[in-house]
């Protein structure tokens, strides 16, 4: 009886234990940090369905950040950090007439208590401003893009990373009839992060 | 019996999840935070390259006490620890012990000489340049420290080669100092 009763005590306290190990590994695998790449999510988006040859349109980047990063906005607060920049690997048949980046919030960092850095946090949306020319080729298209970030939460940073995000659309014949798309992208007026 | 394999299960499933917790736990996390003050392991056998070109074993430092401090121009963090820095290598390098900052940036000398050259920092009140040895890290190097998870990240190793702390995240001055001179 008693040694059913010590056999009971000890099988709940290994219980116990294992759901204490397993809180402890939970937390641990919460406080490791990220790898470069995985700080964000991106989605892009075409602003016009079908893009017709000779048209103007855009494309957005939406870059989700993870809540417990940051990263320097396109224009730093000092020439030594590393700034956000999207580069299009575009295709014949497309010229790159503008990029627009949002402007960047200042914060202050354990840090950096002192100075503010101009960052991007939260959700930001990179835009390109594309032309598809004549020569444009006719059907799905996809253009491959580079996005580069330096990330820091906020006592560690992670080395600059260079992510590949694709956009893939439709090109038609000059003249053909498209619409907006994606107008809750691109109506508003672009997000400057947190 | 029966019980009795019940709790042995429980015990070898406890067993294995603390061993996986325990490793786990190996990288630390990216807030402040340093590991135990006991002998961690042997300090690798890796050479980095000083700004010049030259070789500087890791080694050629046994009988003093180092801080391998893994640092990047582009690292606003490790910039905010290097006033810290500055002030351990002047308290301590007469007493056996060296600081040896390892500038991760890729480009290498080409950027991180003029930084090191030109970048005044703060040192209370006073503006100074960097007082201590700096080489160039890369990744190989990293990894035979069981890798990097961000940066700052540094490695107090003892006078007979032992890395006896990890620090992931600006250090603590009071910390440090006390880590230190514990060495010392």
């Not at chain 1, 299009?88 to 960047?104: E, K, N, R, S």
């Not at chain 2, 391998?68 to 620890?81: H, L």
């Not at chain 2, 030109?118 to 209370?124: D, R, Y």
Request: aromatic residues 8%; hydrophobic residues 40%; positive net charge.
């Amino acid at each position: 009886m008693n040694s059913v009763t010590t056999s009971g005590r000890l099988l709940a306290l290994c219980a116990l234990a294992l759901m204490a190990a397993l809180g402890g590994n939970t937390q641990a695998q919460e406080a490791t940090p990220l790898a470069p790449a995985q700080v964000v999510k991106t989605h892009a988006y075409a602003s016009l369905d079908p893009v017709p040859r000779g048209k103007d349109f855009q494309v957005a980047v939406v870059v989700d950040i993870n809540q417990a990063y940051h990263m320097n906005s396109h224009k730093p607060s000092d020439s030594y950090l590393i700034p956000t920049t999207i580069t299009p690997q575009l295709p014949p048949g497309f010229i790159l007439v503008d990029t627009a980046y949002p402007a960047g919030h200042d914060k202050k960092f354990p840090f950096s208590p002192d100075k503010p850095l101009n960052v991007y946090s939260g959700t930001v949306t990179l835009r390109l401003k594309l032309t598809a020319q004549s020569s444009a080729p006719l059907g799905t298209v996809t253009i491959p893009m580079t996005l580069r970030y330096q990330a820091c939460n906020n006592s560690a940073c992670l080395p600059p990373v260079k992510v590949p995000v694709s956009i893939e659309f439709k090109v038609a014949a000059a003249g053909t009839a498209s619409h907006p798309a994606h107008p809750e992208v691109f109506s508003a007026t672009g997000s400057s992060g947190n | 019996m029966g019980k009795s394999k019940s709790i042995g299960l429980l015990l070898f499933a406890f067993l294995a999840f603390t061993a996986a917790g325990v490793s786990g736990c190996k990288g630390g996390g990216t807030s402040a935070s340093s590991s135990a003050p006991h002998a961690l392991a042997d300090e690798p056998n890796v050479t980095f390259r000083d700004l010049q070109g030259n070789n500087v074993p890791l080694a050629s430092l046994k009988g003093k006490v180092v801080l391998v401090n893994f640092w990047a121009t582009w690292c606003e963090p490790c910039r905010g620890e290097i006033p810290i820095l500055i002030n351990l290598q002047k308290e301590y390098s007469g007493k056996g012990f060296t600081l040896l900052g390892a500038a991760m940036d890729e480009e290498g000398a080409k950027v991180v000489q003029p930084y090191v050259q030109s970048t005044q920092f703060n040192v209370g009140g006073q503006p100074q340049t960097m007082n201590y040895p700096i080489v160039l890290g890369t990744d190989a190097i990293t990894d035979k420290f069981g890798g990097l998870l961000g940066m700052p990240t540094s490695f107090l190793i003892s006078r007979d080669g032992k890395i006896v702390k990890k620090y992931m995240g600006g250090i603590n001055e009071t910390q440090i100092k006390k880590d230190v001179e514990s060495q010392l």
